[in-house]
Structure formats: structure tokens, C-alpha cells
């Protein structure tokens, strides 16, 4: 491998910078993405059953105690259940959209390196090929394949290990947009489902539907 970097010349240095970089993006988003999410019917259950008890503070503190959006929203929808119908969906669709930012944090980072990487390979090739034109020029007409092998390398190498970075950052981008659009998914039924709870469903004859 340092071989590699050094026939590739200095620009080699930034693609290597840019590969540590989307490794670190995607782990981070890897993990965060795994906390964010759960499955929402099994969690909405065991709120619905809590609610019901008359206990809406325990409920409140179990979404606490839940990472991800979906808890966040349920835990707004709940502190919020005594607004009219129409101010409650407006809340609920509020703090959902303020999610959604969260999820998607740093894949524009991931994305970009995935486009630059082959920029900074095509600028190497470029490079290697001016070594090259410049060597021929010097040694002419006596140039020589030992002269220019070292252009040829810097081209070819550059232009490899910058491909070679960019499709599995890319492959990750476009796997972390899938686990984000799972979660969304997972959001926009939690809100319909804990907005009609909350304003159709809900025990009537319990005492937690009129305060919390």
C-alpha cells in the first residue's frame, strides 16, 4: 500500500483522507440509525396499555427512556393530548419534520466524498499524464518507457483508488437513505396511530383523558 501512495504522487493523500472519513460517516450513522430504530406496533401497545391504566406519566417517562423518533413523538403527542384535534396533528407533524434533519445528519458528507473522490483520481490521471508529456519533452526524441513509467503509475493508480473509494461510499449513502426512509415510514404510521388513540381510541372512561 505505500507504495501505492507513493507512486500515486500527493494526491493520493486526500483520497486516502477522504476514504477514513466516509468509513468514520457511515459507522456513525450505522449506529445511530440502529438506536433510532424500533418497532413501532409493539411500542405503541405498551403505551396504549399504560395510557389506559391512567398512567400517562410512566408512559411519558418510558418514551423518554426510548431512543429514536417515534418515542419522541409519542412522548410530544402525550404532553400535548389535551389540544384540539387539529393543534394536536399540527404538533405531532412539527416535531416530525424536525426529525427527519437528524436522521439524515452527515450523509451529505458521505454522498460528497463519494462524488469528489473520483474528481481527485481523474486529477491524478491528469497530473501523470503532464508527467509524462514533460518527460517526453526533456528526453526527446530518446524518451524512453523507463521515463515514463512513472507518469503512467501516478495516472493509473490515482484514477483506480479513486474509484475504488468512491462506489462503496456511495453503496453506503445509499444504505443509510433506505434505513432512513425506514424510519420515516415508521414515524408518519406512529403519528396517525397515536393521534387517533389519543383523540378516538382512548378509554373514555378513563380520568387521563381529560388532564394529564
Keep these: 500500500m505505500w507504495e501505492l501512495m507513493v507512486k500515486g504522487g500527493w494526491i493520493m493523500w486526500p ?6 472519513a466516509a468509513a468514520v460517516l457511515f459507522l456513525e ?17 405498551g403505551i396504549y396499555t399504560i395510557v389506559n391504566r391512567g398512567n400517562t406519566a410512566e408512559a411519558v417517562s418510558i418514551c423518554d427512556q426510548t431512543p429514536g423518533p417515534v418515542a419522541h413523538m409519542v412522548r410530544t403527542a ?5 389540544e384540539p ?21 452527515h450523509m451529505g458528507g458521505l454522498l ?20 509524462i508529456f514533460m518527460v517526453m519533452e526533456q528526453n526527446a526524441p530518446l524518451a524512453e518507457i523507463g521515463d ?19 462506489i462503496p461510499a456511495f453503496a453506503a449513502y445509499n444504505f443509510l437513505l433506505s434505513r432512513v426512509e425506514a ?9 396517525e396511530e397515536i393521534y387517533r388513540f389519543l383523540v378516538y381510541d382512548r378509554n373514555p372512561g378513563d380520568p387521563s383523558n381529560e388532564t394529564l
Design 183 to 191: 424510519i420515516t415510514l415508521n414515524m408518519e404510521y406512529a403519528a
Design 78 to 82: 402525550l404532553l400535548h393530548s389535551d
Design 15 to 20: 483520497i486516502m483522507m477522504c476514504s477514513i
Design 148 to 166: 515514463l513509467s512513472a507518469g503512467i503509475w501516478q495516472a493509473l493508480i490515482t484514477s483506480a483508488i479513486g474509484i475504488c473509494v468512491s
Design 29 to 45: 450513522r450505522v449506529f445511530h440509525l440502529h438506536r433510532a430504530q424500533i418497532k413501532p406496533d409493539d411500542f405503541l401497545n
Design 85 to 105: 384535534p387539529e393543534e394536536l396533528k399540527q404538533t405531532i407533524t412539527k416535531v416530525g419534520l424536525g426529525e427527519i434533519p437528524r436522521l439524515e445528519k
Design 112 to 131: 460528497t466524498i463519494a462524488q469528489v473522490t473520483p474528481l481527485l483520481g481523474l486529477m491524478g490521471t491528469i497530473l501523470g499524464l503532464i508527467r
